[in-house]
């Protein structure tokens, strides 16, 4: 039996978890904003999502290992890329999009967005980058709709993003050095920071993703 047209427009999302490590504070913000929201790494329940959304705690080697422990790839892919879900990598759920990343050597990713991960040029300041910080949003984006004053975003990080292609970049941060902390290709999002920590900012980025289609 196919969906009516009321269940069409209801938000199902599906919080994957490889072990991450923030992942029930990820659930409770979507819980309470979405019609409905599960914690699982099946193939139906990613089938069945809207909107599929990745956390991120922890080193990208680490994370990278769990992930093919843990995630049926060849389902998430095709839901991701094939089917064009919208998808929301958060943190390291950002960094594993791209092609490698070089903390504690270097390691392949998703390769889902051009680019590496490479650790944080902060100059003077100490790393890790932890705390409140603006962002300079750098193009329009339904994500950030309502974010355009640079509301303060909880960060938590040694290393960012680096995209082969600055199109890509919906919004950076200035910690030291301006660093990509928003990224987009087509249907998948990625953010360094953390909006389940980000208070009234964090709830209204996940509105707008729960609103992308």
């Keep these: 039996m196919g969906f009516t047209q009321l269940e069409t427009m209801m938000s ?46 922890g080193a990208f080697a680490a994370s990278m290992r769990r992930i093919h422990e843990n995630l049926p790839l060849d389902a998430l892919d095709r839901v991701v890329r094939t089917k064009c ?8 759920g950002m960094q594993v999009l791209a092609e490698r990343g070089f903390e504690f050597g270097e390691t ?21 980058h932890i705390g409140w910080n603006n962002i300079d949003c750098r193009q329009a984006s339904p994500l950030l709709t309502g974010l355009e004053n640079s509301p303060d975003l909880y960060f938590v990080h040694s290393f960012v993003f680096h995209p082969t292609d600055p199109e890509t970049i919906l919004a950076t941060t200035d910690y ?38």
Aim: proline share 5%.
């Design 12 to 57: 199902r999302v599906c919080i994957l978890d490889y072990g991450s490590g923030n992942v029930k504070s990820v659930y409770n913000l979507f819980a309470s904003l979405a019609d409905s929201v599960t914690i699982s790494n099946t193939p139906a329940d990613i089938e069945n999502a809207t909107h599929i959304v990745l956390p991120g705690v």
């Design 176 to 213: 030291g050095r301006q660093f990509c902390c928003v990224i987009q290709s087509d249907n998948i999002y990625g953010v360094q920071f953390h909006p389940e920590k980000s208070q009234r900012a964090g709830i209204k980025l996940a509105k707008n993703f729960l609103a992308l289609s």
């Design 108 to 128: 392949a990713g998703l390769g889902w967005i051009k680019g590496s991960i490479e650790k944080l040029d902060s100059k003077e300041f100490p790393l890790p």
């Design 85 to 92: 879900k919208p998808f929301l990598g958060i943190c390291v």
